[in-house]
């Protein structure tokens, strides 16, 4: 038989056992939905948090939470992973944190990034402004076995702020269990580089009226400002990242540097007269079954799984993204008397995947190509 012969009857058969596979998740999905369907005022969890291990995602600059710096300063930012529930190694499947800093006030040093094995890096926008330095590990066999205490890497950021303070957070940290279906209890420790003591406090209405910034002392607590309003809409809170799960307690919170406020409103609505006797209206339970299903849907649809097919190469295990971001360019796959020529969104090979520039949109499979 011939070589091409045997790629193509290869590729048949990986065909329809992926059609046998889809349908079967189809099912599985319908099956999902009827059950959600059928239990209206049944609580959809969240993704599941495992508490058995816990771990600490600790920024440092010269092994402080805070640092003083001048314009033009060029500062080294560490960022370690600290398991807190028991000082014992682990074996680590996936981790990842979003390092978020304000354009406004660093500048990313190029290159500067030193991290661990295995540890990938980038650099990438956030919505409200902000930026983020991305670090993630991925085991694509049966996990590492990392220490208590693992250093995952630097990077350097350039201090353009004139005045005021900033902090450099941790979001999105994730340390899976294996499987990578659930995740470990994790929290952060931030870090502030100040200029000056004086912080400037902004408040992004979102289509109310304007509130007038503040300037606070760092460590000092925000004045209340006066309630903006908004047509049609009550102010429900003030919240401190661009997503709103964050809620400013202006009798408790304090300053940790110059930062942004967003405004948190809720549509006033008119509840027709009730002549249904005590009973809800039909309408009333159309609805909770739409939004119901929307948060179904949300939460089976709104992580993908991307997997390679290698056609006799070195197997690479499937990965996760989210729909509408960039896949994470996995290991180069290798088959005895072939060259790698890239991966495919077809089983033809004509159709390529740009790691750069491509997003993921659905369920997919990458194909590789053998030259």
């Keep these: 038989m011939s070589l091409e012969t045997r790629e193509k009857r290869n590729k048949n058969e990986f065909l329809n056992k992926k059609k046998q596979k889809e349908n079967h998740e189809m099912k599985k999905l319908l099956c999902a939905l009827l059950a959600a369907l059928t239990l209206l ?4 969890p969240a993704m599941a948090v495992d508490e058995s291990q816990s771990y600490l995602f600790e920024l440092s600059i010269d092994g402080s939470d805070t640092k003083r710096a001048a314009t033009g300063d060029i500062v080294t ?3 370690a992973l600290k398991r807190t529930d028991a000082d014992e190694g682990y074996t680590m499947y996936a981790m990842q944190d979003e390092l978020c800093y304000d354009p406004a006030f660093f500048e990313l040093v190029e290159n500067s990034a030193m991290t661990a094995a295995s540890i990938e890096t980038t650099d990438i926008a956030l919505r409200g402004g902000m930026r983020a330095f991305y670090m993630n590990f991925l085991s694509l066999g049966g996990g590492e076995n990392w220490d208590a205490s693992t250093m ?6 350039k201090v353009v ?3 005021g303070s900033s902090v450099i957070r941790n979001t999105e940290m994730q340390v899976a269990v294996e499987g990578g279906m659930d995740s470990y209890a994790t929290t952060g420790r931030d ?3 100040m200029v000056t003591d004086e912080c400037t406090v902004r408040f ?10 503040q300037k606070v002392k760092l460590g000092q607590k925000v004045t209340r400002p006066e309630d903006p309003t908004k047509e049609g809409f009550a102010l429900a809170g003030w919240y401190s990242d661009f997503d709103m799960t964050k809620e400013w307690d202006f009798g408790k919170d304090t300053v940790r540097g110059s930062m942004t406020l967003y405004a948190k409103w ?4 008119q509840v027709p007269a009730d002549n249904s006797g005590g009973q809800l209206p039909a309408w009333i339970w159309f609805v909770l079954g739409a939004v119901l299903l929307g948060i179904v849907l949300l939460l089976l649809l709104g992580r993908k799984t991307v997997r390679f097919e290698t056609f006799g190469g070195t197997a690479i295990g499937s990965r996760k993204a989210k729909r509408g971001e960039k896949l994470t360019r996995p290991p180069v796959p290798e088959k005895a008397g072939c060259g790698f020529g890239g991966w495919y969104q077809d089983t033809a090979c004509t159709r390529p995947w740009d790691f750069d520039t491509d997003k993921v949109k659905k369920d997919m499979t990458l194909y590789a190509k053998w030259l």
């Design 161 to 163: 702020g004139t005045s």
């Design 266 to 269: 809720t549509e006033l609505t």
């Design 77 to 79: 930012v560490a960022l």
């Design 204 to 213: 992004e209405s979102n289509g109310g009226t304007s509130v007038p910034e």
């Design 41 to 44: 005022a049944a609580v959809v």
């Design 152 to 157: 995952i890497g630097t990077f350097q950021l």
């Design 191 to 193: 870090v502030t580089v």
